[in-house]
């Protein structure tokens, strides 16, 4: 390819490159030839990631550097480019991703991470900086929230994620879009639905039922990685290109599916072929006032069944799935959200429109291929 062919190319800085939407994110760079430099910083190594295959070249060691972006000293390293340019986009895909932490942990490793991130990109004018926010921040309603929507976040993780996006906002010079996203799945996920599909492993082999909180209705949207990755791009692009916005701009990104606890439910009932229960108000709502004590039941009566599960099947290496429940997975609250604004303004749309059981499948081939599933 030619220098000008590159050279119009932008160069791209992700923060928590190695995390599951980063990843994804550098394969769907690398795969399309979109950037004439990708620059990916994690505080890991990509050895101790659970890089699958394909991402090899996309998330190789010579775009790598390990560093903690939170860290003023570190910036000066991680944003430097040997041509003495600057980067055309930074995605901030880092911060802390695990649940039911406690607040000085959101705060150092999420918010400190956005903020230094952020001030820098604004004094290095970067043309567009994304930063990856979370559908939690809404007030819950089982009618699909817009951008507009009352805000009420209801996990730690998403109050420090809406504290990071008011305060970027307010950041002189920075040319911030904000991306709000549903539940993240895809092939090598570890999270969301990770969880439910090692319980429905650990149910299957026990010959039990798997019984459900609250009800079917119970909004728990999704969002394919490949469409997150896609969406992350496109933003960036259409940012750039379009006049600067008086507002930021801030996006939900959310496949068009409208996943419920019934919708996963179903699928887990057709994938594992066990039988699946709600448990109806009346025990829900005894559980609510007692949601530590449930969670320590259902953690006491899946973590030794998959233990010798992977025992059985010679699995000796430690993975990033387990079926264990985190209480702020277990609380009654809508995540629904409405994308369409997206679609519209950026004219964007999903490859994975809703989850359906192909989907799953490849999620359990996606396991198998790395000796992860029992």
């Known amino acids: 390819m030619g220098e000008d062919a590159a050279g119009n190319r932008p160069a791209v800085l992700i923060i928590g490159g ?27 190594l990509p050895e101790l990631a659970w890089l699958a295959p394909e991402f090899a070249e996309a998330c190789s060691r010579d775009k790598f550097i390990q560093a903690d972006a939170s860290k003023e000293q570190n910036l000066a390293r991680i944003f430097d480019r040997k041509s003495g340019k600057e980067f055309d986009y930074v995605f901030n895909c880092g911060g802390e991703t695990r649940y039911s932490q406690e607040d000085e942990v959101y705060k150092a490793r999420s918010h400190a991470l956005s903020m230094a991130l952020g001030r820098e990109a604004a004094k290095r004018r970067i043309k567009c900086f994304i930063e990856a926010s979370t559908g939690m921040v809404y007030k819950p309603d089982s009618s699909p929230r817009k951008e507009t929507a009352k805000l009420k976040p209801w996990l ?45 492993r650990v149910y299957q082999y026990l010959g039990k039922e798997m019984k459900w909180l609250w009800d079917k209705d119970l909004r728990t949207n999704t969002v394919h990685v490949e469409d997150v990755a896609r969406a992350m791009w496109d933003g960036a692009t259409w940012y750039v290109k379009s ?9 939900n990104i959310v496949d068009r599916g409208n996943t419920s606890q019934g919708t996963i439910a179903s699928l887990m009932h057709e994938s594992f072929n066990i039988p699946t229960s709600f448990m109806g108000s009346i025990i829900s709502a005894f559980a609510k006032l007692n949601l530590d004590s449930v969670v320590d039941d259902v953690n006491d009566e899946t973590l ?25 997975l277990l609380k009654d609250n809508d995540l629904s959200m409405d994308g369409g604004a997206f679609e519209e303004k950026v004219g964007f749309s999903y490859r994975h429109p809703k989850l359906t059981r192909a989907e799953i499948e490849d999620i359990l081939a996606s396991y198998r291929r790395m000796n992860w599933w029992p």
């Open 243 to 251: 006049a600067k916005p008086k507002r930021v701009p801030v996006f």
């Open 304 to 328: 030794d069944p998959w233990a010798e599960l992977q025992q059985d099947a010679g699995i000796s290496q430690v993975t990033p799935l387990n079926p264990y429940m985190e209480k702020d």
């Open 156 to 200: 730690k993780l998403a109050k420090w994620s809406l504290q990071s996006e008011e305060e970027l906002s307010k950041v002189d010079g920075l040319n911030l879009m904000v991306l709000r996203l549903a539940h993240v799945y895809g092939p090598y996920t570890s999270k969301y639905l990770a969880t439910a599909l090692c319980m429905a």
């Open 18 to 44: 190695l995390g599951y939407v980063g990843r994804f994110l550098a394969l769907h760079i690398h795969q399309n030839n979109l950037a004439s430099e990708v620059r990916l910083v994690d505080k890991q």
